[in-house]
T-cell receptor
Framework: AQRVTQPEKLLSVFKGAPVELKCNYS??????LFWYVQYSRQRLQLLLR??SRESIKGFTADLNKGETSFHLKKPFAQEEDSAMYYC????????????FGKGITLSVRP | EPEVTQTPSHQVTQMGQEVILRCVPI?????FYWYRQILGQKVEFLVS????????KSEIFDDQFSVERPDGSNFTLKIRSTKLEDSAMYFC??????????????FGAGSRLTVL
């Protein structure tokens, strides 16, 4: 069974502070991990995926298979980063679907 | 940039009424999904659809739910007899294909359903 755990519901930081949003997963196959973001009153949108290994809006996430984690990090938070962040696990194959974590609200204060 | 379009954005209905939520996926996408998010809870998978049939459904997707792709562009979710607990935001999503690198879902803005 696929499972995604985001242990915290809310993270509040000041502008310029580092951010780490935690995500752990459980999956018997080869996982694909994603971070989706939902800004206020907007749709869910892909932030980044582990196979791209890229930095988007200053965010990075490294897949650690030993710890089954895919934590999202940013060294210096900006106010516009305030949003809901969802970690998601994609199963492989034709019937692939995403399993989401509960999400975490990131609040960046000026 | 192509988008997944959902209508209505908000629907209020009486318990026991039928509701149809509509989605227009991205035109060259082949896999379609419905997810829902009850207020304050996580985004939950309902159903996936490919080649005009359901690929997988969750235990939430009981006999009250059905999906259809009636005309090659729309992808609909029907709730036959709504219950109070069906109140949620319903998200449609689509994916291009199953090849590596294409396993990215594009989501619509959602349809908020309120059952009174």
């Amino acid at each position: 069974a696929q499972r995604v755990t985001q242990p915290e519901k809310l993270l509040s930081v000041f502008k310029g502070a580092p951010v780490e949003l935690k995500c752990n997963y459980s999956y018997s196959g080869s996982p694909e991990l994603f971070w989706y973001v939902q800004y206020s009153r907007q749709r869910l949108q892909l932030l980044l995926r582990h196979i791209s290994r890229e930095s988007i809006k200053g965010f990075t996430a490294d897949l650690n298979k030993g710890e089954t984690s895919f934590h999202l990090k940013k060294p210096f938070a900006q106010e516009e980063d305030s949003a809901m962040y969802y970690c998601a696990l994609g199963s492989t194959g034709a019937n692939s679907k995403l399993t989401f974590g509960k999400g975490i609200t990131l609040s960046v204060r000026p | 940039e192509p988008e997944v379009t959902q209508t209505p954005s908000h629907q209020v209905t009486q318990m026991g009424q039928e509701v149809i939520l509509r989605c227009v996926p991205i035109s060259n996408h082949l896999y379609f999904y419905w997810y829902r998010q009850i207020l304050g809870q996580k985004v939950e998978f309902l159903v996936s659809f490919y080649n005009n049939e359901i690929s997988e459904k969750s235990e939430i997707f009981d006999d009250q739910f059905s999906v259809e792709r009636p005309d090659g562009s729309n992808f609909t979710l029907k709730i036959r007899s709504t219950k109070l607990e069906d109140s949620a935001m319903y998200f449609c999503a689509s994916r291009r294909d199953s090849s590596p690198g294409a396993n990215v879902l594009t989501f619509g803005a959602g349809s908020r359903l309120t059952v009174l």
